[in-house]
């Protein structure tokens, strides 16, 4: 159980345009999901917060316009890099809370962004 | 400030020797701590949490953590290291209180294990 999957594994896009990037719980319904970003090597960003019908909540220092956040449902939650650049390539991990007294995260398994 | 320290960026054993990644965190209360395991371009696979009772926790493959309160370390061992343990290993603490789930991550361990 309390799996995560995120699509696409792995994306290449010019500079200047758009990117989604999908995250579902597959066999749970998440209240709140957590994006990611990592830069190789290095240790996971918490990017912002995205709670269930309502706006998601961005960590200092990341731009709310550049990095759009959409938790639509229970079990979706998009990522949108808008306008992407190649200081935008990363790699990009959510994480779902699968609920009960612990609110234990459970990881997707990444997005590899590539901007040329 | 919250955090979460893992001294060191790489350690190095040989196979079936036993192994200890150490973590240490500075939080207020009484926190839930976490270990993860990351695999070349892979996400975070879940080992092992404490959250209450025995300060022993035993994990998946084997791996297992000791908390400690007094010298607020929460280290990650194993008797007998493989080679395909070689991954990057990262130490998470969930602050008590409030209500939203948030981890705090230690920058990351990689561990080599040699043939």
């Known amino acids: 159980g309390a799996v995560v999957s995120q699509h696409p594994s792995r994306v290449i896009c010019k500079s200047g345009t758009s990117v989604k990037i999908e995250c579902r719980s597959l066999d749970f319904q998440a209240t709140t999901m957590f994006w990611y970003r990592q830069f190789p090597k290095q240790s996971l960003m918490l990017m912002a917060t995205s709670n269930e019908g309502s706006k998601a909540t961005y960590e200092q220092g990341v731009e709310k316009d550049k990095f759009l956040i959409n938790h639509a449902s229970l079990t979706l939650s998009t990522l949108t890099v808008t306008s992407a650049h190649p200081e935008d390539s990363s790699f990009y991990i959510c994480?779902?809370?699968?609920?009960?007294?612990?609110?234990?995260?459970?990881f997707g398994p990444g997005t590899r962004l590539t901007v040329l | 400030a919250q955090s979460v320290a893992q001294p060191e960026d790489q350690v190095n054993v040989a196979e079936g020797n036993p192994l200890t990644v150490k973590c240490t965190y500075s939080v207020s209360g009484n926190p839930y701590l976490f270990w993860y395991v990351q695999y070349p371009n892979r996400g975070l696979q879940f080992l092992l949490k404490y959250i209450t009772g025995d300060n022993l926790v035993k994990g998946s493959y084997g791996f297992e953590a000791e908390f400690n309160k007094s010298q607020t370390s929460f280290h990650l061992k194993k008797p007998s290291a493989l080679v395909s343990d070689s991954a990057l290993y990262f130490c998470?603490?969930?602050?008590?209180?409030?209500?939203?789930?948030?981890?705090?991550f230690g920058q990351g361990t990689t561990l080599q294990v040699k043939p």
């Open positions: 994480s779902a809370i699968a609920g009960g007294p612990y609110n234990e995260q459970f």
């Open positions: 998470a603490v969930r602050p008590p209180g409030g209500n939203t789930g948030k981890l705090i």
